[in-house]
């Protein structure tokens, strides 16, 4: 099992801090603003899911939490540190402690299932070691069980571009998980999916999230999934917060006003949620 464990119920409460703060946060590229004065807490133990329509600034936030998009204005605090004041070293250590689940998988194709969720655990590994790929028992051990965690224990000698879309990003989802990281961003990662495959993943995802006391921010597409799969819903409009609160909350009324007379993309995706 993972240091983490399963979260102790105080670790989740109102009170811990948070693992995402942001406050009157601005970010953007050049002349243009892609987020415009945001505040936002998520805590240790929350899967959030972030909807809006396309260039609303779901990415970008993202983005800024990983480090890859710099704070203009207002502050950013992740796990205790400010990503856009870190560099070098300090930003790959920073790094290493989020795991992220692209749409695209991200993938090694022509390596096997294990040394693409062994990459998960080079961080912690020392250098040789990680550059040989060469893995104690207990890295075995490890790589084995989160492949347990998400059904693939049976594929750890398959190469990665042998296995379905929905194999593949369970396989991310298992090398993120190798990160022992303190948060997973996922971004978009049903997209590419069938709507069975994407149920499994998103299933798999939040199981595995709540095992291990893990903060997810999930953007979606989709907004029955949203619906079906996070604690929490994040609705963005033009860099805005538009609604933050319980899936339950989510009425036909508040999601036309997010998506402001246009089709909302619940439509035709009932048969994943
Ligand atoms: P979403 O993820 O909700 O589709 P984005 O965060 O990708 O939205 O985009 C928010 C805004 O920022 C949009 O207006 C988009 O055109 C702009 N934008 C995104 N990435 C870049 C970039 N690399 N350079 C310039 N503008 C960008």
């Not at 991310?172 to 049903?190: H, T, V």
């Not at 921010?217 to 079906?228: G, R």
């Amino acid at each position: 099992m993972l240091d983490q464990g399963s979260a102790p119920s105080d670790d989740r409460g109102q009170g811990a801090a948070p693992v995402v703060r942001a406050r009157s946060l601005v970010l953007g590229y050049g002349e243009r603003e892609a987020v415009r004065g945001i505040d936002l807490d998520v805590r240790r133990g929350e899967f959030l899911a972030v909807i809006g329509p396309s260039g609303s600034g779901k990415s970008t936030l993202m983005l800024a939490m990983n480090g890859s998009v710099p704070v203009r204005s207002g502050t950013l605090v992740v796990d205790g540190q400010e990503p856009s004041g870190l560099h070098g070293a300090a930003l790959e250590r920073f790094r290493s402690r989020i795991g992220f689940v692209f749409q695209s998988f991200h993938l090694v194709g022509r390596l096997p299932v294990l040394h693409n969720v062994g990459s998960g655990l080079l961080a912690r590994m020392p250098v040789v070691r990680a550059m040989l790929q060469w893995y104690t028992t207990e890295h075995y051990a490890s790589i084995l069980e989160f492949l347990r965690a998400v059904e693939l224990e049976d594929r750890v000698l398959d190469r990665c571009d042998q296995l379905s879309g929905g194999q593949k990003q369970r396989v991310a989802i298992a090398r993120a998980l190798a990160q022992r990281p303190s948060l997973i961003l996922a971004d978009e990662p049903i997209s590419a999916l069938d709507p069975v495959s994407a149920r499994r993943v998103m299933e798999i995802l939040r199981r595995a999230a709540r095992e291990y006391g893990l903060t997810v921010v999930c953007n979606l597409h989709q907004l029955d999934v949203a619906k079906a799969f996070a604690d929490r819903v994040l609705a963005l409009d033009d860099g805005r917060v538009v609604f933050d609160g319980p899936p339950e909350d989510l009425t036909e009324s508040v999601v036309s006003r997010i998506y402001r007379g246009a089709p909302s993309p619940a439509e035709g995706l009932a048969d994943i949620a």
